[in-house]
């Protein structure tokens, strides 16, 4: 349609997961490309810059992995502190390569940055990069997002759906919260991984794909290993490379420069212009300990600027944010807390620690309690004495 009319018009389809074949057919009709949801800025800018430079004649030069560096360069990434660096150094080595690597972190940190940096700095920059959460899925939806399936195979299985695996084919496909994955699906990834090949539900025939696997995830596969609850040999497939983001809490002066950035973004955005940050206020942001690490950063940048009545952000903005969160470090990095001037539940503040340490180690009751430094004596009476519940516990017994 667009074609007919204007046939000079560069087109782009924006593809969804169910409409892969729809994708497919644009391509041969020739539409420019596809960008699939969900996308990145990044990516959707890239598209856009290449289709300008069709219409207007540019002739690209380089090749596509040497194009997208543009836009994935580490000098575009925000962070100035020496493990940050270093990491960057490191993607771009690993990004030469065709080994599969983990990128472990805690929540929040950034590993699906990292993973697309790795991607568009490859060799594979021109394939595509797809992108999975094996913790947003049932299992059984995961199975079938991962590898497809055939017409019938299932009730309301009522057309062929291409799966992830497929789709990824001569690209990158990213594996999030990696350890979320069943054991007979991480046997199922362990073959493609090997053979290089899988088949869809519902069908016989085998599908060939080459395909980079990125994983992510937040959680110690080796403690899961030993617990049997992550297969061995998939784990040492993954993990030829290694890449572990450290908190934002110990970047240092990365909260400041991160907070400039975030400032300058929904000020355009929020169309609410606001000059900067109070002295006070940026103490209160550098002492904070950022369990959510950069996502949480950015949500409370962006909840200030909608609160702030005037062209900076003061303390009394981030207190009405940081009300219920109660776990502010010292400035001075003492490691001692700061009471709130409005004083503090101490039965609150106390059952937050505990979820806290719980969250982090998956609710192992063992591990939490090292993080708290009491035994898991203490642990398990706080557990009862806060109401503290979570159904992997009622699984296990």
């Known amino acids: 349609y667009v074609r007919e009319k204007n046939p000079k018009t560069v087109v782009v389809v924006n593809s969804a997961i169910d409409t892969v074949q729809e994708g497919v057919r644009a391509v041969k009709e020739e539409a420019f490309g596809i960008i699939q949801k969900p996308f990145t800025l990044p990516e959707l800018n890239f598209q856009i ?87 947003a899925l049932p299992e059984n939806l995961l199975e079938s997002e991962l590898f497809g399936y055939e017409r019938g195979a299932f009730t309301g299985a009522e057309k062929l759906r291409i799966g992830r695996f497929e789709q990824a084919n001569k690209g990158t496909i990213f594996l999030d919260e990696v350890a979320d994955m069943s054991l007979y699906t991480q046997a199922k990834v362990l073959r493609v991984l ?30 899961l290993m030993e617990k049997k609850h992550f297969r061995e040999d998939l784990y040492y497939r993954l993990n030829v490379v290694t890449i572990h983001l450290p908190p934002l809490r110990e970047r240092g002066d990365d909260v400041k420069l991160l907070t400039q950035f975030f400032l300058k973004k929904y000020s355009a955005e929020l169309n609410h212009r606001i000059k900067g940050v109070e002295p006070e206020a940026v103490r209160m942001l550098a002492g904070y300990h950022w369990p959510g690490n950069i996502r949480e950063l950015e949500n409370t940048i962006e909840r200030a600027m909608v609160l702030a009545e005037g062209e900076k952000i003061t303390k009394d903005d981030l207190k009405l944010i940081f009300a219920h969160r109660p776990y502010t470090r010292n400035v001075e990095g003492n490691g001692q807390l700061l009471l709130p001037e409005e004083g503090v539940d101490l039965d609150e503040l106390e059952k937050s620690f505990v979820v806290q340490a719980l969250e982090r180690t998956d ?24 109401g503290i519940t979570h159904p992997k516990w009622s699984q296990n017994r």
């Open 363 to 386: 609710y192992v009751q063992k591990e939490a309690a090292k993080l708290l430094n009491v035994s898991s004596r203490v642990l398990n009476y706080k557990i009862k004495q806060f």
């Open 49 to 135: 810059r290449k289709a300008l430079d069709r219409q207007a004649g540019v002739k690209e030069e380089g090749g596509p992995a040497e194009r997208f560096q543009n836009i994935y360069q580490p000098a575009n990434f925000i962070g100035q502190c020496p493990q940050i660096k270093d990491l960057f150094n490191i993607v771009m080595r690993v990004a030469k390569t065709s080994s599969s690597v983990i990128i472990t972190g805690e929540t929040g940190t950034g590993k699906e940055l990292i993973a697309g940096a790795i991607h568009y700095n490859s060799s594979r920059a021109a394939g595509p990069f797809v992108r999975v959460n094996c913790a």
């Open 194 to 223: 090997q053979e290089k090949e899988f088949e869809r539900l519902g069908s016989n025939e085998s599908v060939k794909t080459d395909v980079r696997i990125i994983s992510a995830t937040n959680m110690d596969l080796i403690e």
